[in-house]
């Protein structure tokens, strides 16, 4: 046999072993599906349940983060003048979400390393370092400490919450679950929910949805004339206003006059 | 079952609300008083911005006040000339206080103003109705401090612009109901009150109007005062909620209609301690909402 004729050879059967060697596995995606993925904001709304439900590798921890827009919140600093509290100055907060929702299937810190965990905003201390105050020479640290107080007194930033379900692993991936009750105070807007696949202290993989809330129906009708015509809205307010109080006035002289006839 | 202010921006709970308004309303129903002295600190305590509350509670009075102007036109209570008078001076006065709740908002105290503003007239007015209440339970009946009245009087007779206003059966300046109306005006946009607990015992006290006529002349011009209030509150200020109006205008009608009648069982003397009594203590609780440490150190600021 020709050297070249058995090299076609041993080729041939090489070909034939490496078909039939498994294949080397697809990584298996992060997938989410956010349930409502518009939350309506009616004349009766009062919150809202959120369902969020998908797959991450195995072996894998999950956060889940939700996040309003970045805008620059001006707040009064409130400080004593004598006997009583009052207004000191303005002081003006951005470069961090006004909302800031996180869950995880462990504390976030055995789940991510810190520089992960800063890089992603997970936590009070991430928050505080990228949080910037205007004007400067105002003590910083005392400010951030009490923004980050009256987010969480007003439910707007919830850290440290463990509420993710993991269920047996599926065929492809791992499959969690987290319900939880979006804030109704939440202004109105487009947020962000981020599910990140963590392994090893890093984020390995991740996937983002939106989440919007919009007013609808009545409340959205009576907001948007009153910020976007107060005159007429002034004037209405005072129509309907006088329109109640010459109704009740005449409803109540008819009750009374029928109580009178019946007597 | 909560219920979405859209212009205060929360949520809030509907038969909480509707019972703060017949709470109100069964007061102002039981004393014949107006209740927006009292309205406006209840909202504040449920959650609603100082401004917003003030502003609602305003357009919430032109309600209250239509439905008892009605009623007094019918029995010739209202003494349209003395009003007419009241009101300019009303509607200049909410022009100014619109202003100057606009001012002090971009400087981030309007809310404290407002606060302290209550503290100091709730005091006034609950400290004087109990000691005369006081006075009168011990004496068996009320009696006005006439001597007081008559230097008032002279005082008033000296100012220009004398007129009769025959129905209250009165001779005075037409600078008097104009000013008083402005200094009514000027509360009513800070306060967001009608101005009735104030304006009425002026009338009788210093301008020797009858009762009836002076309840009737003063819910004449509160409708249009408070009318004048909404508007600009609106304008300006971006801060009446009229969803918040008419829930707090039904549960005040149901309130006032209860409060009549279980009123009718007490005696004058004891309904005036009692109203005092709560009048104190609502300022007692904003009082010492002044000068308690705040559980946070920063507050939201409106407009930037």
Not at chain 1, 188 to 200: D, H, I, K, L, S
Request: hydrophobic share 50%.
């Amino acid at each position: 046999m020709r050297p070249w004729k058995s090299l076609t050879v041993v080729a041939i059967l090489l070909s034939g072993l490496a078909a039939r060697a498994p294949a080397a596995s697809p990584p298996e995606p992060v997938t989410m599906k956010v349930t409502p993925s518009v939350i309506s904001m009616g004349t009766f709304y009062s919150g809202a349940r959120v369902h969020v439900e998908g797959t991450v590798p195995q072996a894998s921890d999950v956060i889940i983060d939700v996040r309003g827009p970045e805008t620059i919140e001006v707040f009064n600093k409130v400080g004593r003048a004598g006997p009583i509290w009052v207004n000191t100055g303005k002081v003006s907060i951005s470069g961090i979400p006004t909302l800031l929702l996180v869950f995880s299937t462990r504390p976030v810190h055995n789940c991510l390393c810190r520089s992960e965990i800063d890089r992603c905003e997970l936590d009070a201390a991430a928050i505080k370092s990228k949080i910037k105050i205007e004007p400067r020479a105002m003590a910083s640290e005392v400010v951030a400490d009490e923004f980050l107080k009256l987010k969480y007194r007003q439910k707007s930033y919830q850290l440290a919450n463990t509420g993710i379900q993991m269920e047996d692993p599926a065929e492809v991936g791992q499959h969690y679950t987290l319900d939880f009750i979006w804030p109704k105070n939440a202004a109105p807007g487009t947020y962000v929910v981020r599910v990140c696949a963590c392994q090893g202290g890093n984020v390995e993989d991740s996937l983002e949805a939106p989440l919007k809330v919009v007013e609808v129906g009545f409340p959205a009708m009576i907001a948007d004339l009153a910020k976007d015509r107060p005159a007429t809205y002034g004037i209405i307010s005072v129509v309907v206003a006088v329109l109640a109080g010459f109704g009740i006035d005449f409803i109540t002289t008819r009750i009374f006059k029928k109580k009178i006839s019946a007597h | 079952m909560e219920i979405l202010l859209p212009v205060a921006g929360m949520s809030i709970s509907l038969p909480v609300l509707v019972g703060a308004g017949a709470m109100v309303g069964f007061l102002s129903g039981m004393f014949g008083v107006g209740g927006g002295f009292l309205m406006t600190p209840i909202l504040m305590f449920l959650g609603i911005p100082p401004t917003v509350a003030a502003a609602s509670d305003s357009c919430q009075i032109v309600a209250a006040a239509s439905s008892g102007t009605a009623a007094h036109l019918r029995l010739g209570h209202v003494d349209m000339k003395l009003g007419a008078f009241v009101l300019m001076g009303g509607v200049s006065g909410g022009w100014i206080g619109v202003r100057i709740i606009k001012l002090l908002r971009s400087m981030g105290e309007a809310d404290l103003v407002i606060k302290i503003t209550y503290v100091v007239f709730l005091s006034l007015i609950g400290g004087y109705m109990f000691a005369e209440s006081l006075r009168s339970l011990r004496r068996g009946a009320l009696e006005p401090k006439g001597h007081h009245a008559a230097r008032g009087k002279s005082l008033l007779s000296r100012l220009p612009f004398q007129v009769d206003f025959r129905l209250s059966r009165v001779r005075h300046s037409l600078l008097v109901p104009f000013l008083f109306g402005g200094a009514v005006g000027i509360l009513a946009a800070i306060m967001g009150v009608g101005g009735g607990f104030i304006m009425v015992p002026m009338m009788v006290y210093l301008l020797r109007v009858p009762m009836h006529v002076a309840v009737g002349t003063d819910l004449f011009q509160i409708v249009f005062t408070s009318a004048a209030v909404t508007f600009m509150q609106a304008a300006v200020n971006h801060t009446v909620d009229l969803l918040l109006v008419l829930l707090l205008a039904a549960g005040s009608t149901i309130g006032a209609q209860v409060g009549t009648r279980v009123g009718r069982y007490l005696r004058g003397d004891q309904l005036k301690i009692l109203l005092a009594s709560i009048v104190l203590l609502v300022m007692v609780k904003m009082a010492f909402g002044l000068v308690q440490t705040p559980a946070v150190l920063l507050t939201a600021a409106k407009g930037h």
